[in-house]
């Protein structure tokens, strides 16, 4: 499974970011996909999921009422939606999949390689 995460860059607090997931080698309706973070010095940290047809989403408190995840299994894509942003967000993102989900990092299989978003404030 090889996934490609795309879409960061520099953006002013109160801005929007759309990250891009694009998954190969994978029959990608049998992965929940996820997005993590990892900032500079913390652990890598739970930022939502998305069930296999996109049934259910899940969200971590700090991104619940600004982010949206979702998912086109049409063209093996996964999206995050980031509206609001505060220079708290700022992190290298990453997309993961998984046959489960879970908060937990170490728990998912297959990551991307990471796209950088910085939120100037």
């Known amino acids: 499974v090889q996934l490609v995460d795309s879409g960061g860059g520099l953006v002013q607090a109160g801005g929007s970011l759309r990250l891009s997931c694009v998954a190969s080698?994978?029959?990608?309706?049998?992965?929940?996909i996820a997005w993590f973070r990892q900032a500079p010095g913390k652990e890598r940290e739970f930022v939502a999921a998305?069930?296999?047809?996109?049934?259910?989403?899940r969200y971590a408190d700090s991104v619940k009422t600004r982010f949206t995840i979702s998912r086109d299994n049409s063209k093996n894509t996964a999206s995050l939606q980031m509206n609001s942003l505060k220079p708290e967000d700022t992190a290298v993102y990453y997309c993961?999949?998984?046959?489960?989900?879970?908060?937990?990092?170490?728990?998912?299989?297959?990551w991307g390689q990471g796209t950088q978003v910085t939120v100037s404030s």
């Open positions: 993961a999949a998984a046959s489960l989900i879970t908060t937990t990092a170490t728990r998912w299989a297959y």
């Open positions: 080698g994978v029959y990608f309706n049998t992965y929940n």
């Open positions: 998305i069930t296999h047809f996109g049934g259910d989403a």
